[in-house]
């Protein structure tokens, strides 16, 4: 019993789902994820959203350190993680660095009020 199979030269490469994780890294829609919001009610409530998040993290953090000080180590990389994702991607991605700023600075607001509280 012989199993026939396609030959690869075949497909074209709009055949391959959208979501499979074969696709190439320069077929993702991760820049159009990062562009920013055109309208100013969607780009407001983007922000309060990203501040909200940051904010309701840092007290999580917060509450892990009251609750014992071993945690420090992931805290200390919570608190770092948006900053080195952001240098990260801004190297690899320098056109999309206005909107990674926006954003990380929507984080370390959102961080630096959740300690406050």
């Known amino acids: 019993m012989q199993i026939r199979q396609r030959p690869l030269e075949t497909r074209s490469p709009h055949s391959i789902h959208p ?11 991760l820049p159009q994820w990062l562009q920013p919001p055109t309208e100013f009610t969607s780009a407001l409530a983007e922000a309060i959203a990203w501040i909200a998040a940051a904010t309701a993290i840092r007290m999580v953090m917060d509450w892990l350190l009251a609750s014992s000080p071993d945690f420090w180590i992931p805290v200390l990389i919570g608190i ?25 600075i929507l984080v370390m607001l959102g961080l630096l009020i959740g300690g406050k509280l």
Not at 19 to 29: A, F, H, K, L
């Open 19 to 29: 979501r499979s994780i074969s696709r190439n890294v320069s077929e993702t829609d």
């Open 80 to 104: 770092v993680t948006p900053a080195a994702i952001a240098v990260g991607l801004s190297t690899l991605m320098p056109q999309l660095s206005l909107v990674l700023g926006y954003r990380l």
